[in-house]
Structure formats: C-alpha cells, structure tokens
Nanobody
C-alpha cells in the first residue's frame, strides 16, 4: 500500500509565505512525476506545479514566480514553497504522485488527503 501525506497548510495574510510538504510511504519502487493541485470552493481542481524525478518543473501561469516546487528523492518527499500569497490562492492543496510499487508491472497515480491553505487578512 502507498500513502501520500500533506502538511504545512494554514492561515496566512496576503503577501505571506507557506511551505507545503508531501511525504510518500509504503511499498514504493520508484516515484515518477509528482505534482501539486488545488481546489477552491465551487471550482474544479487545477494544476499548480509538477516535478519529474529528474527535477524538471512546470507551473501554472497564476503561480509562476511566486511558488517553487522541489523534491527530495531520497526521502520520497515533495515540497511547495509559496511566497507572495494572494487571497485567490485560497484552496485545498492536494499532492499527486505517479508511483511504481514493488512487485507491480505498471505505475499508478495516488493522491493525498489535501491540506487547507487560507490567505486572508
């Protein structure tokens, strides 16, 4: 079994910063692409950023220059450094990872439970 656990969400004032973490655990052989997604009330889930196992990154236009995605392959952990936060960044942030489990012939996508980020004064 595989688990993704997010942490680091909370309430922050506009212009502030937060750092999210996503730790993967379980019978993992290899983690391919990892990513952060978010879903605001009444809206569809949207891509925030992705990172490959080699470190190549991709960002939504709305967060470019403010958010930085990174990962520690040795710890099976991904991070999202969020700076210059805006009220429109308020959402539940979800971790996603494409994981090849030990003993399996193909990889699958897994999701964390989500962590709330609220940007408000």
């Amino acid at each position: 079994q595989v688990q993704l656990v997010e942490s680091g969400g909370g309430l922050v004032q506009p212009g502030g910063s937060l750092r999210l973490s996503c730790a993967a655990s379980g019978s993992i052989f290899r983690i391919n692409v990892m990513g952060w997604y978010r879903q605001a009330p009444g809206k569809q889930r949207e891509l925030v950023a992705t990172i490959t196992s080699g470190g190549s990154t991709n960002y939504a236009d709305s967060v470019k220059g403010r958010f930085t995605i990174s990962r520690d392959n040795a710890k099976n952990t991904m991070y999202l450094q969020m700076n210059s936060l805006k009220p429109e960044d308020t959402a539940v942030y979800y971790c996603n990872a494409n994981i090849w489990r030990l003993g399996f012939s193909r990889s699958n996508d897994y999701w964390g439970q989500g962590t709330q980020v609220t940007v408000s004064s």
